[in-house]
């Protein structure tokens, strides 16, 4: 039985809870929806609180959140995810986001035309004492 407020699900908390989630896992909205093979609107319109995704949608987004299948609809009707909170992260899974992140950031750095490059390259001979470069 679903609890709605008004008949509505509670979309606005729904949205407070995917943003809130996507940051903790240091995602970008564009990043998220790369993960969860959805368009950058799809995942806009579910943090703006805007239309509600289909079935399918919610799946793929909860995956990409690391939530379990049906935490998008419980959280739409005032329950928590059902995701243990408290575990340690899985330092594994840890990792392998960090290191998407980084290889997102150097993709973009060979794409830019040369301000950035410079600045992360200063930045990384600074970071690792090697003022010459390597």
């Known amino acids: 039985m679903l609890k709605r407020m008004n008949g509505e699900l509670d979309r606005a908390r729904v949205a407070k809870y995917v943003a809130a989630r996507r940051g903790a896992l240091g995602l970008t909205q564009e990043r998220l929806a790369e993960?969860?093979?959805?368009?950058?609107k799809t995942v806009y319109n579910l943090e703006s609180a805007g239309r509600?995704?289909?079935?399918?949608t919610r799946a793929a987004v909860e995956?990409?959140?690391?939530?379990q299948p049906?935490?998008?609809m419980r959280i739409a009707e005032g329950d928590e995810p059902s995701a243990e909170r408290g575990e340690a992260?899985?330092?594994?899974?840890?990792?392998?986001?960090?290191?998407?992140?980084?290889?997102?950031?150097?993709?973009d750095l060979q794409a830019d035309?040369?301000?950035k490059r410079r600045m992360a390259l200063a930045f990384l001979r600074a970071l690792y004492g090697e003022p010459e470069g390597r």
Do not use: K
């Not at 993960?35 to 950058?40: F, P, Y």
């Not at 995956?63 to 939530?67: D, K, R, S, T, Y």
């Not at 899985?90 to 986001?97: F, G, I, K």
């Open 35 to 40: 993960r969860a093979q959805v368009t950058v």
């Open 52 to 56: 509600w995704p289909q079935a399918r």
């Open 70 to 72: 049906g935490d998008l």
């Open 113 to 115: 035309s040369g301000e």
């Open 89 to 107: 992260p899985d330092e594994t899974a840890v990792t392998l986001r960090e290191l998407e992140e980084l290889s997102a950031y150097f993709a």
């Open 63 to 67: 995956a990409a959140l690391e939530w």
